[in-house]
Structures are given as C-alpha cells and as structure tokens.
C-alpha cells in the first residue's frame, strides 16, 4: 500500500534561521506528484510547492526548496529565512497516476522570535 | 475570483439525521475530492471523482455518500451520522490532466453528538 511519512510531529526554528521538514513516501510507481501543503490557524489549505517525479531538478519557490531523492523515496521541504508567518501545520502529499491522494499526518512548525 | 465554496462551515447535529455537506467549485475542474481531517491523522481521502458520474472511494468512505452529476458540484452525504465522523472535512478540485495542486474549500467543522 502507498504510504506518506512524515516522522516529525512537531519542529521548531529560531526566527531567520533555516529548517527542514521530512517527508517519505512508499510507491512502485515511477509517475507520480509530490506535494507541500501549509495549514495555518486559519485552518486553509495552501500549496507551497510541488515536484513532478520524472523531473530531477529540484522545485523552489522564493523562500521554500525540496531535496527530492527519488530512488530513496524522500522529499523534504527547506524554509528558508524563516518568517513568523511560516508557523502552521505542514503537509506532505503523494498524487499517483489514479489521482488516489494521500496526505502524510503532518508537521507542526514553531516559529521562535 | 477561483474558489471552491463549502457549506455549511459548521453544523451541530445528533446521530441519525442525514445530512448533506455541498461543495462547488468555478474553475471548471474535473477532478473532485473529499477529505477528512482528525488530529494526528492528517488529511485522509473519503471520496473523489475523475468527472461526471464518476466516483472513487478512497481511505475512509465508509459511511459516506457522494455524487457527481453536475461538473462544479460534489456534495458529500452521511445518511446516517454517528458520532465518529465529528471532524472537519475538506473539498478540493484540481484538473485532471497535469494531476496538478488541489484547490480547497475553507472547511467544514461537522459535530455529531
């Protein structure tokens, strides 16, 4: 069964400071997409970032980078210059070729001024 | 402005009342999709939908009911509530072809008691 790991329940990151979230994922499939979602207070759902699988180049979007290791099935999320805003729960997500979603259970990040 | 738009944001009920939870969304999406989220479990899939008149079930869909008649439509129904499927639900769409981002409604906090 495809499955999402994100092992850190809970991380924490001096403000300005750099910080990086796990994610791993099970699949035999070779097409497929990652996701990092963003879930503050407000309780939205907000894309961060994606990564297409057959891509080897590594997505970044301003302060925010993955380190995408496909033959070890690892996908984390660098914040960079961490912000008070970075604070929420964050998401790991897994879209294979059947659209059949799965979420890792999350990552809470502290931010600490 | 594109947005998936759910209803009701909150609902109180008791066991045994059908309810129905709608969610519409205005980008012409096909792809279509339930999710629950519980505290520690993250988001888990109950329903999707590739198009009209086509659903999947995904994790979770015991209990639960949908349908896809309509494009912008896919609202989720529990027939016969119980109270552990007090939970705050999710719907989102997204194109099918790129297995691109999902957008996501601003969540429905569902009491059962």
């Known amino acids: 069964a495809q499955t999402v790991t994100q092992s850190q329940p809970e991380m924490s990151v001096q403000e300005a400071e750099t910080v990086t979230l796990s994610c791993t994922y099970d699949?035999?499939?070779?097409?497929?997409?990652l996701f990092w979602y963003k879930q503050p207070p407000s309780r939205q759902m907000i894309l961060v970032i994606r990564q297409e699988a057959y891509k080897q180049q590594n997505a970044t979007e301003n302060r925010f980078s993955v380190n995408f290791q496909k033959a070890a099935k690892s996908f984390s999320l660098k914040i960079s210059d961490s912000q008070l805003g970075d604070a929420a729960m964050y998401f790991c997500a897994y879209r294979p070729r059947d659209d059949k979603i799965i979420f890792g259970k999350g990552t809470r990040l502290h931010i600490l001024p | 402005e594109a947005q998936v738009t759910q209803n009701p944001r909150y609902l109180i009920t008791v066991t045994g009342k059908k309810l129905t939870v709608t969610c519409s969304q205005n980008?012409?999406?096909?792809?279509m999709s339930w999710y629950r989220q519980d505290p520690g479990l993250g988001l888990r899939q109950i329903y999707y939908?590739?198009?009209?008149?086509?659903?999947d079930k995904g994790d979770v869909p015991e209990g639960y009911k949908v349908s896809r008649k309509e494009k912008r439509n896919f609202p989720l129904i529990l027939e016969s509530p119980s109270p552990n499927q007090t939970s705050l639900y999710f719907c989102?769409?997204?194109?099918?072809?790129?297995?691109?981002?999902?957008?996501f409604g601003d969540g429905t906090r569902l009491s059962i008691l």
């Open positions: 939908s590739m198009n009209v008149e086509v659903t």
């Open positions: 989102a769409s997204s194109k099918t072809g790129n297995r691109g981002a999902q957008h």
């Open positions: 980008m012409n999406h096909e792809y």
């Open positions: 699949t035999s499939e070779s097409d497929y997409y």
